[in-house]
């Protein structure tokens, strides 16, 4: 069965940085776009990045662009997501999914000082 299994996640100061994974198992990861989604407390959950199949497209929202690199190791079924400069506002729990039927648990992020 699909199952996507994040991790990295946890309290970081503003301006630091975080990266998350996805490890992703019961399908073949090379043949799906995957995105990351978050979802803040008392807000409705939304869109952060896209990564085509092989990695050649990627996409971004406006919020994190420039701050958010989103990657993929298909060799190693897993995908990333690099966050640097981040700020109280980017704490949220972050979900990776392979949309639009399968969500990992997701792992929380909360950046405070």
């Known amino acids: 069965q699909v199952q996507l299994v994040e991790s990295g996640g946890g309290l970081v100061q503003p301006g630091g940085s975080l990266r998350l994974s996805c490890a992703a198992s019961g399908f073949t990861f090379s043949n799906y776009g995957m995105s990351w989604y978050r979802q803040a407390p008392g807000k409705e959950r939304e869109f952060i990045a896209f990564?085509?199949?092989?990695?050649?497209?990627?996409t971004y929202a406006n919020s994190v662009k420039g701050r958010f690199t989103i990657s993929r190791d298909n060799a190693k079924n897993t995908m990333y997501l690099q966050m640097n400069s981040l700020k109280p506002e980017d704490t949220a729990v972050y979900y990776c999914?392979?949309?639009?039927?399968?969500w990992g648990q997701g792992t929380q992020v909360t950046v405070s000082s």
């Open positions: 990564i085509s199949n092989i990695g050649g497209f990627t």
């Open positions: 999914t392979r949309q639009p039927d399968y």
